[in-house]
C-alpha cells in the first residue's frame, strides 16, 4: 500500500480506535502531503515524495524536541516525541554505521577526494546514489573523518 494511502486509512484506524495522540499526528501528515498536492494539482504522491516529507517532518520535530526540553517544557517535547514516533512508522529505516562507512568510501574513491575540503564532493555523490538511504548528519561525519578533516 502507498504511503499517502496508508496514512488515510490509519487515521481512520485511529479514529474508531479513539487514539488522540495519533490522530493528531496523522492528520498532521496527512496535512504536510495535501499541500504538496496542491501545488501542482495532483491527485496523489508517490512513495518517494512521502518519504522526503516525513524526513522533513522528522527533522523538524528533532529540532522541536530539542528546543523545547532546553527550554524546561518537557509536556511539549513528550508530545513533540509522540509525533515523532509516529512519523518514522512510515520512514524506511536508514543504512547503520558500517553500510554508510562503505558506501562513504565507495564515493570517495568515484570523486578522487584527498582533502578535507572535498567533504561536499563526497557528500553530492554519496546523496545522489544514497539518498534515502543514509543519515546525511552521519555520513558527513564520516566523510571529514576519513578525509582528515
Known amino acids: ?6 496514512i488515510n486509512t490509519q487515521m481512520k484506524d485511529a479514529m474508531k480506535a479513539k487514539e ?3 490522530l493528531a499526528a496523522l492528520r498532521s501528515i496527512r496535512a504536510v502531503f495535501l499541500n504538496e498536492l496542491k501545488k501542482d494539482n495532483s491527485t ?36 513533540e516525541k509522540a509525533e515523532l514516533a509516529v512519523i518514522q ?3 524506511p529505516q536508514l543504512a547503520n554505521e558500517e553500510q554508510t562507512r562503505a558506501w562513504v568510501r565507495e564515493a570517495i ?10 567533504v561536499g564532493k563526497v557528500m553530492g555523490a554519496l546523496m545522489k546514489a544514497h ?8 555520513a558527513r561525519k564520516l566523510a571529514a ?3 582528515g578533516g
Do not use: H
Open 44 to 79: 496523489a504522491l508517490a512513495d518517494e515524495a512521502c518519504v522526503d516529507l516525513l524526513r522533513r517532518l522528522e527533522k523538524q520535530r528533532r529540532e522541536s524536541i530539542e528546543a523545547f526540553e532546553q527550554a524546561g517544557r518537557t509536556e511539549m517535547a513528550e508530545s
Open 145 to 147: 573523518g576519513m578525509l
Open 20 to 22: 488522540p495522540a495519533r
Open 1 to 6: 500500500m502507498a504511503i499517502y494511502d496508508d
Open 89 to 91: 512508522e512510515f520512514l
Open 109 to 118: 574513491e568515484a570523486t578522487g577526494a584527498g582533502a578535507p575540503g572535498d
Open 131 to 138: 539518498k534515502g538511504d543514509v543519515d546525511g548528519n552521519l
